[in-house]
């Protein structure tokens, strides 16, 4: 997703989840375009369509990395750790054009 010509403009509150041994879905803000996760200490996987990520499927994020997922009406974002002890951070977005207030 390119953000070129566009800013992020925090919606919501900036959430930690350390309990991702077991499918967690993060619902994101009404009025979101795009939601930023950060993996720690442990890689993750991520679905978008409501179903359950495993250890070895779902789009992943490694330990450290983040990526910035963009949502719709229907995104249903599950994640999962791919190995013990992984948690993650995320906040949702709305993107606003460069010249937008």
């Not at 009025?31 to 890689?43: E, L, P, R, W």
């Not at 990520?53 to 490694?62: E, M, S």
Request: aromatic letters at 6%; one cysteine or more.
């Amino acid at each position: 997703m390119s953000l070129s010509g566009f800013k992020l403009n925090p919606l919501g509150s900036h959430q930690t989840d350390a309990t991702i041994s077991a499918a967690t879905t993060i619902t994101p803000e009404t009025g979101s375009d795009a939601v930023v996760i950060q993996a720690f200490t442990q890689a993750i996987r991520y679905t978008l369509d409501g179903t359950t990520p495993t250890a070895t499927t779902g789009f992943r994020i490694a330990a450290g990395d983040s990526d910035i997922i963009p949502v719709g009406p229907r995104t249903t974002i599950k994640v999962i750790e791919e190995t013990a002890t992984a948690s993650i951070q995320w906040q949702c977005f709305q993107l606003l054009r460069d010249n937008d207030a």
